[in-house]
Nanobody, 123 residues
């Protein structure tokens, strides 16, 4: 069975940092590009960041550039999202996801999804 399990979310104040982690199992992790998406209440799920199979291709959505960092460890089968200088607008359920065809900002290109971890940033 394929599993993507996110962790590390929580309630923080604006300006604080959080590190989200995603543990993968049940598929060939190194063959997939990995991504993070987020969804706030009443809004569409939106792209946050992706990282290619070997970590050479990385991209971020404009609102998080300079503040968030995505990384992966193929030996441990994990992907992380370091979030610094958090803002109220970052409040959302954050999802880890995997894409066999490679890096993409499109939801439809991702094959597997985790259940999400909640990040809440207070003003």
């Amino acid at each position: 069975q394929v599993q993507l399990v996110e962790s590390g979310g929580g309630l923080v104040q604006a300006g604080d940092s959080l590190r989200l982690s995603c543990a993968a199992s049940g598929f060939t992790f190194s063959a997939y590009a990995m991504g993070w998406f987020r969804q706030a209440p009443g809004k569409e799920r939106q792209f946050v960041a992706y990282i290619g199979r070997s970590g050479y291709s990385i991209s971020y959505a404009d609102p998080v550039k300079g503040r968030f960092t995505i990384s992966r460890d193929n030996a441990k089968k994990t992907v992380t999202l370091q979030m610094n200088s958090l803002k109220y607008e970052d409040t959302a359920l954050y999802y880890c996801t995997a894409a066999l065809r490679g890096t993409s900002r499109l939801i439809g290109e991702y094959n597997y999804w985790g259940q999400g971890t909640q990040v809440t940033v207070s003003s």
